[in-house]
């Protein structure tokens, strides 16, 4: 419920933001949200697989990688938790979806650079046959600062 709150007081920051600076708010009003914005990262489902299948059906575990780039350095990011969710329903949904069951750092695409990978269980993704992408939503600290990190990446789902 805690997180519910959280997500729908974000959603109505981010929505009423817009309107405070057309209003003539100054940027106070912006300092004064408690929730920091979404950083956009790189993600990659199923690493070194294009296009990225998933079979509904299947038991086991799903790897969702947040890739280090120039402008995001994923081996700092210490997660508190992470969602994968259908794209369609993410944002407006908040913390929906699977839950990490684990996590670790590995160089998934050879660049030299630690990347973050996610596990989810197959079995509690709420994809459909329909969806055509995957929206992961995680929390934590990068550096000493808190941040949410948000990634999507496309998907072909089998049920």
Avoid at 3 to 18: D, G
Avoid at 139 to 147: D, E, M, P, V, W
């Amino acid at each position: 419920y805690p997180m519910k709150k959280l997500m729908l007081s974000t959603l109505v920051a981010v929505l009423a933001l817009p309107v405070w600076f057309l209003g003539g708010a100054t940027a106070v009003h912006a300092e004064e949200m408690t929730c920091p914005d979404h950083t956009a990262v790189t993600v990659d489902i199923k690493p070194g697989d294009d296009p990225n299948k998933i079979n509904l059906s299947a038991n086991g575990l799903l790897p969702v990688a947040v890739l280090t780039t120039q402008d995001f350095d994923a081996g700092q990011f210490t997660p508190e938790m992470a969602h994968l969710s259908d794209a369609s329903i993410a944002m407006t949904m908040g913390c929906v979806g699977a839950d990490a069951v684990r996590w670790n750092y590995a160089d998934v695409n050879d660049d030299g650079r630690l990347d973050l990978v996610f596990f989810f269980r197959i079995q509690e993704l709420n994809l459909t046959s329909s969806s055509t992408a995957a929206t992961l939503m995680a929390h934590g600290s990068y550096g000493s600062t808190s941040i949410h990190i948000i990634g999507t990446d496309s998907v072909q789902v089998k049920p």
